[in-house]
């Protein structure tokens, strides 16, 4: 089939995924950065919800980040970022479930919550979704291996990490960390943070810190975007 058409957004977590699995993959691809304020007129054709990752591969027109990422891992199956097995793949698929419909709007309540009480309300939910991780995720699933299900490194660790790389938002604008209850998490996260692909599509804080300044309409701290 041919080259793989991958459109993006620098600042979405969802691209960040698939941009990962590519990577992991050794994929070759050809990017096309979108502007999500000014979309080329086109884009809708290959992204039918205007949203970001979308890819095109032959006939194949594809977006959502999940539906992306499992195409890619059959079509291109060398190295797997799924489990063999049924079983072992159904949990995996639980988890990015999680991470899609917990973790993630716990996150977004949090941080960009209308008011303070949808703030606290939200700071309770993602503690508790991370709470639930170290012991129910990597506390059970991965033993001693530093990857969500053992040794290798896969789509359930792709699918939670981007927003791992946006928790110094989190404590510039919500005076949150992780907590000292999640030290399986920071393990975790100390290991993935340091894999080729995702240094690869990783953003700088000063990135995030002034894009959400702007979106929270929150001005930064003098020498905050330096930190």
């Given at each position: 089939?041919?080259?793989?058409?991958?459109?993006?957004?620098?600042?979405?977590?969802?691209?960040?995924?698939?941009?990962?699995?590519?990577?992991?993959?050794?994929?070759?691809?050809?990017?096309?950065?979108?502007?999500l304020q000014q979309k080329p007129a086109n884009f809708t054709l290959i992204s039918r919800y205007g949203k970001v990752p979308a890819i095109k591969h032959g006939d194949i027109e594809l977006y959502e980040s999940a539906?992306?990422?499992?195409y890619l891992d059959e079509v291109f199956p060398e190295p797997p970022l799924l489990p063999g097995d049924p079983g072992e793949k159904a949990i995996a698929r639980l988890w990015i479930d999680y991470a899609n419909t917990r973790l993630v709007p716990a996150f977004?309540?949090?941080?960009?919550?209308?008011?303070?009480?949808?703030?606290?309300?939200?700071?309770?939910?993602?503690?508790?979704?991370?709470?639930?991780?170290?012991?129910?995720?990597?506390?059970?699933?991965s033993g001693n291996s530093p990857y969500w299900l053992?040794?290798?490194?896969?789509?359930?660790?792709?699918?939670?990490?981007?927003?791992?790389?946006?928790?110094?938002?989190?404590e510039h604008f919500r005076?949150?960390?992780?907590?000292?209850?999640?030290?399986?998490?920071?393990?975790?996260?100390?290991?993935?943070r340091d894999r080729k692909s995702v240094q690869a599509v990783a953003n700088p804080v000063d990135f995030?810190?002034?894009?959400?300044?702007?979106i929270l309409g929150q001005p930064l701290a003098v020498g905050a975007a330096q930190k």
């Amino acid at each position: 089939m041919s080259n793989i058409q991958l459109y993006f957004a620098k600042a979405s977590t969802f691209s960040q995924r698939t941009r990962v699995v590519l990577l992991e993959k050794g994929i070759e691809f050809t990017a096309t950065e979108i502007d999500l304020q000014q979309k080329p007129a086109n884009f809708t054709l290959i992204s039918r919800y205007g949203k970001v990752p979308a890819i095109k591969h032959g006939d194949i027109e594809l977006y959502e980040s999940a539906i992306i990422n499992e195409y890619l891992d059959e079509v291109f199956p060398e190295p797997p970022l799924l489990p063999g097995d049924p079983g072992e793949k159904a949990i995996a698929r639980l988890w990015i479930d999680y991470a899609n419909t917990r973790l993630v709007p716990a996150f977004n309540k949090f941080l960009r919550g209308k008011d303070s009480q949808e703030q606290e309300q939200g700071r309770g939910e993602f503690l508790e979704a991370l709470l639930y991780i170290e012991q129910e995720g990597l506390g059970k699933l991965s033993g001693n291996s530093p990857y969500w299900l053992g040794e290798t490194f896969g789509l359930v660790d792709i699918s939670f990490y981007p927003w791992f790389e946006r928790l110094p938002v989190l404590e510039h604008f919500r005076n949150f960390t992780l907590p000292a209850e999640t030290p399986r998490l920071q393990k975790w996260w100390d290991v993935v943070r340091d894999r080729k692909s995702v240094q690869a599509v990783a953003n700088p804080v000063d990135f995030y810190l002034d894009r959400f300044a702007k979106i929270l309409g929150q001005p930064l701290a003098v020498g905050a975007a330096q930190k």
